[in-house]
């Protein structure tokens, strides 16, 4: 069974409204397309939180509006790291039918044979491009790194048979590689009998935003 967010119609649009919908348990959002007017919306918190841990960044679910279902995806969120809580949305209504482009984590699996002998993992692109149908976008990138050795790397041509999508990046472009560890210089030695040499130095002359959607909106 799919799943079903339920929204309602957001009609005031004024600041001090938005504060008393999240103190309610709700989170102001805005449903949007290409063949959709950009419609002011709320959601539940707590039903939202349910939806996201379900089906992620980038998979689509349903919006229900007042009796009309849309096939959305969560193309925006603002959230307040202080207080843990959601201050805006943006939902984007897709077309099953045409391909879209989006932004896929990577994620790393394994240990690299290489950092076991000292190297060090490093992760160039932590978000590749994809084009897929909405619904075989992938969660993420996962790329095992197991076999990487020292001065190895996985370049985007090395990344194949993971999904039914293409990617937009460069195929020469590194994702992630295996650096030789850091060496740390030896300290000269100092010959015995010998005073440090001393320089004498010359003394010189005497830092939030609110969404582009709610500016939008009013």
Known sequence: MATVLQAVDRKDLRGSRLNKIRQSGGIPAVLYGKTLDTTPVTVDEIEFIKTY????????????????????????MQVDRIK?????????????????????????TGEAKGAKE??????????????????????????????????DSIQVKDIKGVGEFEFNNDPEEVVVSVLPPTEE??????????????????????????EKSENNES
Do not use: W
Request: hydrophobic share 40%; charged share 35%; glycine share 8%.
């Open 185 to 210: 210089p030896e300290e000269p030695a100092a010959e015995e009998g010998a005073e440090p040499e001393l320089v004498d130095a010359e003394e010189g002359d005497g830092e939030g935003n609110e």
């Open 53 to 76: 841990r379900e089906v992620g960044k980038t998979g689509v679910f349903k919006l229900d509006k007042d009796g009309k279902k849309y096939d959305v995806m969560i193309y925006d």
């Open 84 to 108: 843990n809580e959601f201050i805006h949305l943006d939902f984007y209504a897709v077309d099953m039918k045409s391909e879209l482009d989006a932004d896929i984590p990577v994620n790393l």
């Open 118 to 151: 000292g190297g060090v993992v490093q992760l160039a692109a932590y978000e590749l491009s994809v084009r897929a149908l909405p619904a075989n976008l992938p969660d993420s990138i996962n790329l095992d790194v197991s076999d990487l050795d020292i001065n």
